[in-house]
């Protein structure tokens, strides 16, 4: 794409635009350079054909990365384990930042979570090191990985996104699972009549049946917005900020085609923003992870407990 003359509003939008396979019925899309006579199922060539997919069409580059690195994790952690099982001794290298992120990692889970279930300390841990792994995909520089891509493809106007988290589709999806999980827990714990109480006589209880008759209409709007915020905020926070450093290596990249004073001035800017994002990134990470623990927390919470 740098090679081509093009607007940076084009630039822009190229680089923001997912790799986008769907059903595209019949008739004549990006600028009538593409006519399709019968509908079919294809990869898109332009945002119009993209637009014309609706909402059944499927991100391949978003479930490829994602599936890529959550791979990549899997073998690695994988591997540590193996070896933490035949080595004595204390650990060193890879096998001692692995041990030191997992210790850290329960112990965040211990300090939230004070109930017995075995799944939620793995989750944690998953959850961090896979959404750490795509948001450092953030930090590949913008033009490597899509050039790669129309390299090997031969199309030199392929989409290519190689930040899942920048997708969201990626993060909501990964949130509705979490808020799938809460509602599980919090009848399998709560029960179903719990669950209901919980939804129905929360916030405003009074100590009068009849009172509560009124009040239920209003506890069930109020909790249910509250329940449904939870997923939503929880993958648009994630998917917001890493699509704004996404946007902001997009614009610096643009500085490096202005003239050699903007390019020398982008090559400061990019790196101090990649120092930055790294923090970010990691925070990101974290903050869904303590969220996710958090949420599971108060689906095992029963009010008997206190």
């Known amino acids: 794409m740098a090679a081509e003359v093009l607007t940076s509003s084009a630039y822009i939008r190229h680089h923001l635009t997912n790799m986008t396979y769907g059903k595209l019925p019949a008739g004549s899309y990006c600028d009538g350079s593409e006519v399709l006579e019968a509908p079919g199922w294809t990869l898109a060539h332009c945002n119009e054909q993209i637009d014309a997919m609706g909402f059944y069409a499927i991100h391949l580059d978003s479930i490829g990365w ?14 540590v384990a193996r070896k933490a099982v035949t080595t004595t001794g204390a650990p060193t ?31 944690a841990l998953t959850i961090f090191v896979w959404i750490f792994l795509m948001n450092l995909m953030d930090l590949v520089p913008v033009d ?19 930040v899942p988290t920048t997708d969201p589709n990626v993060t909501l999806g990964m949130a509705f699972t979490i808020f799938g999980m809460m509602l599980f827990f919090s009848v399998k714990e709560k029960g179903l009549i719990g669950f209901i109480k919980e939804l129905t006589l929360h916030p405003f209880n009074a100590p009068k049946w009849y009172f509560n008759i009124i009040l239920i209409p209003i506890n069930l709007v109020l909790e249910t917005v509250s329940l449904i915020a939870k997923p939503i905020s929880l993958g648009l926070r994630l998917f917001g900020n890493l ?23 982008a090559g400061v800017l990019q790196w101090a923003w990649a120092v930055f994002h790294i923090l970010v990134i990691t925070l990101q990470a974290f903050v869904f992870m303590v969220l996710t623990v958090v949420y599971m927390a108060m689906a095992h919470d029963v009010p008997e407990e206190h």
Do not use: C
Not at 66 to 79: K, P
Not at 145 to 162: D, E, R, T
Not at 245 to 264: T, V
């Open 93 to 123: 290298g890879f096998h001692n930042f692995v041990e030191m992120l997992v210790e850290f990692v329960d112990g965040t889970v211990n300090d939230i979570f004070h109930h017995k279930n075995r799944l939620i300390a793995p989750m």
């Open 144 to 162: 490597w990985l899509p050039h790669a891509a129309q390299f090997v493809s031969g199309n030199p106007h392929i989409f290519f996104k190689v």
């Open 243 to 265: 699509y704004a450093g996404e946007m902001i290596f997009i614009l610096i990249a643009i500085m490096f085609g202005a003239g050699l004073l903007l390019g020398l001035l």
């Open 66 to 79: 994602a599936i890529t690195l959550g791979m990549i994790f899997s073998f690695l952690f994988y591997r």
